[in-house]
T-cell receptor, first 119, second 112 residues
Framework: GAVVSQHPSRVICKSGTSVKIECRSL??????MFWYRQFPKKSLMLMAT?????????EQGVEKDKFLINHASLTLSTLTVTSAHPEDSSFYIC???????????????FGEGSRLTVL | GNSVTQMEGPVTLSEEAFLTINCTYT??????LFWYVQYPGEGLQLLLK?????DKGSNKGFEATYRKETTSFHLEKGSVQVSDSAVYFC???????????FGKGTKLSVKP
């Protein structure tokens, strides 16, 4: 099946610094990738939709200046948490749809997730 | 808008017990329905899916049937194993951006 790889899996940073998380589709091209944030005991919340070659579409309440998303190629999207603060500590997950899955099934393939801890 | 309601956990079962995790949804149209599983320390993996009413998805002994009349997609397994311990997410397709909409997840712990 389609493979999505996310890096780093864990990162610890100091408050005020920026952290970049990469999401790669390894064996397929993904024109669209999704970034989710997972809170403890809560559902995955969609943060933004990353579109190759264009600006990301952010969900209501998500600060686009804090969570910078770049989708530079058909296999790579990055999420940069700028000026991170302890409340940004969370589990961030990217996902992508393989072109072979098609729109009808809507199946997404997920990265392993990145655990961010801001001290 | 579209939404998913999933039974709260955690659920603790003994090995070989029967499992049911309830999932109901609210949606316009006929979205695809999914169950994803997240094992400890790992990302989400697709467990099974159904794309239309009355479809039954199945995988690894798990089953779920797309019930339009009750807007449900309950996950079942006849005999759970310790290795089934994980968090299970019900999801539906058709988000405004083509994304999936997830339930809150149900943590399952299976004891030997």
């Amino acid at each position: 099946g389609a493979v999505v790889s996310q890096h780093p899996s864990r990162v610890i940073c100091k408050s005020g610094t920026s952290v970049k998380i990469e999401c790669r589709s390894l064996d397929f091209q993904a024109t669209t990738m999704f970034w989710y944030r997972q809170f403890p005991k809560k559902s995955l919340m969609l943060m933004a939709t990353s579109n190759e070659g264009s600006k990301a579409t952010y969900e209501q309440g998500v600060e686009k200046d804090k969570f910078l998303i770049n989708h530079a190629s058909l296999t790579l999207s990055t999420l940069t948490v700028t000026s991170a603060h302890p409340e940004d500590s969370s589990f961030y997950i990217c996902s992508a749809r393989s072109g072979t899955s098609g729109i009808n099934t809507g199946e997404l393939f997920f990265g392993e997730g990145s655990r961010l801890t801001v001290l | 808008g579209n939404s998913v309601t999933q039974m709260e956990g955690p659920v603790t079962l003994s090995e070989e017990a029967f499992l049911t995790i309830n999932c109901t949804y609210t949606a316009t149209g006929y979205p695809s329905l999914f169950w994803y599983v997240q094992y400890p320390g790992e990302g989400l993996q697709l467990l099974l899916k159904a794309t239309k009413a009355d479809d039954k998805g199945s995988n690894k002994g798990f089953e779920a049937t797309y019930r339009k009349e009750t807007t449900s997609f309950h996950l079942e397994k006849g005999s759970v194993q310790v290795s089934d311990s994980a968090v299970y997410f019900c999801a539906l397709g058709g988000g405004s951006q083509g994304n999936l909409i997830f339930g809150k997840g149900t943590k399952l712990s299976v004891k030997p």
